[in-house]
């Protein structure tokens, strides 16, 4: 499966984004989707991930509350809405594939190309 993130850009805190990721091929549905994101000079870290059908949802503790993923296995399309934004969220966001839950980079064999977004204050 092929990855494609956009919807990034420059937020002010306290705003809102939403990030998608298309997907290529006819097997979105078979894959656990999951965001990542890389800020400056940190390591990439788990941000949420959501199962095949998209009951099933988690989030890393630093934006529970304020993230939420869904998809749209339809539209092969996996989403990040992002709430009350805070600098500390600035970022590149990397959406990506998994055949088995998991919530390290490790596990996720398929990679977007990753979209910038920053948050000012």
């Known amino acids: 499966v092929q990855l494609q993130a956009s919807g990034g850009g420059l937020v002010q805190a306290g705003g809102s984004l939403r990030l998608s990721c298309a997907a290529s091929?006819?097997?979105?549905?078979?894959?656990?989707m999951g965001w990542f994101r890389q800020g400056p000079g940190k390591e990439r870290e788990f941000v949420a991930t959501?199962?095949?059908?998209?009951?099933?949802?988690y989030y890393a503790d630093s934006v529970k509350g304020r993230f939420t993923i869904s998809r749209d296995n339809a539209k092969n399309t996996v989403y990040l809405q992002m709430n009350s934004l805070k600098p500390g969220d600035t970022a590149v966001y990397y959406c990506?594939?998994?055949?088995?839950?998991?919530?390290?980079?490790?596990?996720?064999?398929?990679w977007g190309q990753g979209t910038l977004f920053t948050v000012s204050s």
């Open positions: 990506a594939a998994t055949t088995a839950p998991a919530r390290v980079p490790e596990k996720y064999g398929y």
């Open positions: 959501i199962s095949w059908s998209g009951g099933s949802t």
């Open positions: 091929g006819r097997t979105f549905s078979s894959y656990i």
